[in-house]
């Protein structure tokens, strides 16, 4: 086995650059059992001056060193010898870490704590690419996150990893997940930091049009197209050109839309409803679901060539319960953007937060979001303590039940009660102002989803029964994020 550090011009050197004594003898030992030579060192100096004199067929850095940050000192190596891999490790695990890596030409981006096996394999792999002296990147700048996308758990980890690996490409992605994973988020920053962020991004959500004008919310129709159409209307797909089209609840899309679709990711053009004049696109798309699209197809409700054509890149997002050491970060994160919006600041007590992790979240982020906004606006406690996080998370039907048995309390009274808690809970003095929005939005949001629910997703029917316009209970299931689920009887 050849000795460490010195080469004989056939075997592969490896430099790695760690502030960590512990992080490069444990790779120095792994690395150097598989035949490599190996070069380390605690800063990124030494590194550089290694690099720029021609050693090392690999390299391994780290991002914080004591005299430069690893991810600056990227498009310098880049620009000096494009053709050398370079792996990049972080314990400092965000999106934009890995977006930086990616964009300025990083092989791979590893977050610390690492699987030795893995970033085995990863040097393997690296060390057999072609040397074609080609840099990929796509420079974003120095700003900091502007989709914030929370969390540092190993299942978003991987999230960061795969949607730095798309940042460069076109690909069509298919994001799956629970409601309130932050699908559209994803979508949001798979478009930001891409290829199109200086395009338009538009979204459009099947579960919230009406089957029958699906296709003209998507491809635009002429003037006297079909009943009402007074006036040519410009579809999705011409507003996203050269941008982004994200398909939310791509899975409510009905058939003959389906078609459609299908055959503009074939074609590369469509036409209007109504129109004869095929019309180029060139859009990206991204679509997304919660429910299990292989099954649609099984049962015939979704096409199979389209399920294949739109899941060229599947990326399932984690629920909440799956990564629960990342409540406190988005538990900060929230407090922080209820203050940004005028309400006083928060703290959540350290009982009151292990029940959080504990909690299941069916509503997943959103439904944490939504708690966090509401204890930051309705109560007047700086810490927040358990016994308000509980009375906040139990289910309706046992926090409204009245004292006297079992029989539910009426909701005006149920509601006095609670108001009336809230404004002694602030003693002399009195609540944040906008509380008649802030009361009237978390009622009206059940209303609406149990007014749906009942409906079977009918919205025309639902209107009728809420006595609002449709196209009103339309912006308002868009407003506040509401999803629309049809029965398929």
């Given at each position: 086995?050849?000795?460490?550090?010195?080469?004989?011009?056939?075997?592969?050197?490896?430099?790695?650059a760690?502030?960590?004594?512990?992080?490069?003898?444990?790779?120095?030992?792994?690395?150097?059992?598989?035949?490599?030579?190996?070069?380390?060192?605690?800063?990124?100096?030494?590194?550089w001056?290694?690099?720029?004199g021609?050693?090392?067929?690999?390299?391994?850095?780290?991002?914080?060193?004591?005299?430069?940050?690893?991810?600056?000192?990227?498009?310098?190596?880049?620009?000096?010898?494009?053709?050398?891999?370079?792996?990049?490790?972080?314990?400092?695990?965000?999106?934009?870490?890995?977006?930086k890596a990616?964009?300025?030409?990083a092989?791979?981006?590893?977050?610390?704590?690492f699987?030795?096996?893995?970033?085995?394999?990863?040097?393997?792999?690296?060390?057999?690419?072609?040397?074609?002296?080609e840099?990929?990147?796509?420079?974003?700048?120095?700003?900091?996150?502007?989709?914030?996308?929370?969390?540092?758990?190993p299942?978003?980890?991987?999230?960061?990893?795969?949607?730095?690996?798309?940042?460069?490409?076109?690909?069509?992605?298919?994001?799956?997940?629970?409601?309130?994973?932050?699908k559209e988020?994803?979508?949001?920053?798979?478009?930001?930091?891409?290829?199109r962020?200086?395009?338009?991004?538009?979204?459009?959500?099947?579960?919230?049009i009406?089957?029958?004008?699906?296709?003209?919310?998507?491809?635009?129709?002429?003037?006297?197209?079909?009943?009402?159409?007074?006036?040519?209307?410009?579809?999705?797909?011409?507003q996203?050109?050269?941008?982004?089209?994200?398909?939310?609840?791509?899975?409510?899309?009905?058939?003959?839309?389906?078609?459609?679709?299908?055959?503009?990711?074939?074609q590369?053009?469509?036409?209007?409803?109504?129109?004869?004049?095929?019309?180029?696109?060139d859009?990206?798309?991204?679509?997304a679901?919660?429910?299990?699209?292989?099954?649609?197809?099984?049962?015939?409700?979704?096409?199979?060539?389209?399920?294949?054509?739109?899941?060229?890149?599947?990326?399932?997002?984690?629920p909440l319960?799956?990564?629960?050491?990342?409540?406190?970060?988005?538990?900060r994160?929230?407090?922080?953007?209820?203050?940004?919006?005028g309400?006083p600041?928060?703290?959540?007590?350290?009982?009151?937060?292990?029940?959080?992790?504990?909690?299941?979240?069916?509503?997943?982020?959103?439904e944490?979001?939504?708690?966090?906004?509401?204890?930051?606006?309705?109560?007047?406690?700086?810490?927040?303590?358990?016994?308000?996080?509980?009375?906040?998370?139990?289910?309706?039907?046992?926090q409204?039940?009245?004292?006297?048995g079992?029989?539910?309390?009426?909701?005006?009274?149920?509601?006095?009660?609670?108001?009336?808690?809230?404004?002694a809970?602030?003693e002399?003095?009195?609540?944040?102002?906008?509380?008649?929005?802030?009361?009237?939005?978390?009622?009206?949001?059940?209303?609406?989803e149990?007014s749906?629910?009942?409906?079977?997703?009918?919205?025309i029917?639902?209107a009728?029964?809420l006595?609002?316009?449709?196209?009103?209970l339309?912006?308002?299931?868009?407003?506040?994020?509401?999803?629309?689920?049809?029965?398929?009887k």
């Open positions: 086995m050849p000795v460490h550090g010195v080469s004989d011009g056939n075997t592969p050197t490896i430099l790695i760690d502030d960590d004594r512990a992080i490069r003898e444990v790779l120095d030992r792994a690395i150097g059992r598989l035949g490599y030579h190996v070069r380390s060192t605690a800063n990124a100096a030494t590194l001056r290694w690099v720029s021609g050693e090392g067929d690999l390299v391994i850095t780290d991002v914080m060193m004591p005299d430069e940050n690893g991810l600056d000192l990227l498009p310098r190596i880049k620009r000096l010898r494009p053709e050398l891999p370079i792996i990049v490790m972080s314990a400092h695990n965000t999106l934009m870490t890995a977006v990616a964009e300025r030409g092989y791979e981006y590893l977050p610390k704590p699987d030795l096996k893995e970033l085995i394999t990863v040097v393997q792999r690296a060390l057999t690419l072609p040397k074609t002296g840099a990929e990147g796509n420079p974003l700048g120095d700003g900091d996150d502007q989709v914030p996308l929370i969390g540092r758990s299942a978003m980890q991987e999230i960061y990893r795969v949607l730095a690996r798309l940042m460069g490409t076109d690909l069509t992605v298919m994001i799956t997940g629970e409601s309130g994973t932050g988020l994803v979508a949001h920053a798979l478009h930001h930091y891409g290829k962020r200086n395009g338009p991004f538009v979204a459009i959500n099947m579960a919230a009406p089957r029958e004008l699906i296709e003209s919310e998507l491809f635009g129709h002429e003037k006297g197209a079909f009943t009402g159409a007074n006036a040519r209307s410009v579809g999705r797909f011409q996203a050109e050269g941008g982004t089209l994200f398909l939310d609840e791509i899975g409510d899309m009905p058939l003959e839309a389906q078609t459609r679709l299908l055959r503009v990711l074939q590369g053009e469509y036409t209007t409803v109504g129109g004869r004049n095929p019309i180029k696109t859009v990206r798309i991204i679509s679901t919660h429910r299990d699209l292989r099954q649609l197809v099984h049962q015939g409700l979704f096409r199979e060539d389209l399920f294949y054509r739109l899941n060229v890149v599947p990326l399932r997002l984690p319960r799956e990564r629960s050491e990342d409540i406190p970060d988005l538990t994160h929230f407090l922080g953007q209820a203050v940004s919006q309400l600041g928060k703290l959540i007590d350290g009982e009151a937060m292990e029940f959080l992790k504990r909690y299941r979240w069916p509503g997943n982020v959103r944490l979001e939504n708690l966090i906004r509401r204890l930051a606006a309705l109560y007047a406690e700086e810490i927040i303590g358990l016994d308000v996080v509980k009375a906040e998370l139990v289910e309706p039907e046992v409204f039940r009245n004292a006297m079992d029989e539910p309390a009426s909701l005006s009274i149920a509601v006095e009660r609670h108001l009336a808690r809230y404004f809970a602030h002399e003095g009195l609540p944040p102002s906008g509380l008649y929005d802030r009361i009237l939005r978390e009622v009206e949001r059940p209303l609406i149990i749906l629910s009942a409906t079977r997703g009918n919205q029917r639902a009728e029964l006595g609002l316009n449709r196209n009103t339309r912006k308002k299931i868009r407003d506040l994020d509401i999803q629309v689920l049809r029965s398929i």
